[in-house]
Nanobody
Framework: QVQLVESGGGLVQAGGSLRLSCAAS????????MGWYRQAPGKQRELVAT???????NYAASVKGRFTISRDNAKNAVYLQMNSLKPDDTAVYYCKANIGSPTAAILYWGQGTQVTVSS
């Protein structure tokens, strides 16, 4: 079994920065695509950013230029550096990982971490 543990959320003023971390543990053969999603109250969960095992990244238009996704394969971890935060960035942020094995590829989700940006 695999577990994703997130950290780094909190309260920050508009214009500030936060760095989210997500570390995978358990029986891991390989980690393919990893990403961050977010969900605000009453809203659908939306993609924020993804990164492949080779380092290719993809960002939602609303965060491009402000957020940076990265990963450390040796630590089975993915990070999200969030700069120039805005109040509409407020949401629960979820880590997702596509974890491969010789027989299957399974998607795992973290428990979510709250990010609140005040004006």
């Amino acid at each position: 079994q695999v577990q994703l543990v997130e950290s780094g959320g909190g309260l920050v003023q508009a214009g500030g920065s936060l760095r989210l971390s997500c570390a995978a543990s358990g029986s891991i053969f390989s980690i393919n695509v990893m990403g961050w999603y977010r969900q605000a109250p009453g809203k659908q969960r939306e993609l924020v950013a993804t990164i492949t095992s080779g380092g290719s990244t993809n960002y939602a238009a609303s965060v491009k230029g402000r957020f940076t996704i990265s990963r450390d394969n040796a630590k089975n971890a993915v990070y999200l550096q969030m700069n120039s935060l805005k109040p509409d960035d407020t949401a629960v942020y979820y880590c997702k990982a596509n974890i491969g094995s010789p027989t299957a590829a399974i998607l795992y989700w973290g428990q979510g971490t709250q990010v609140t940006v005040s004006s």
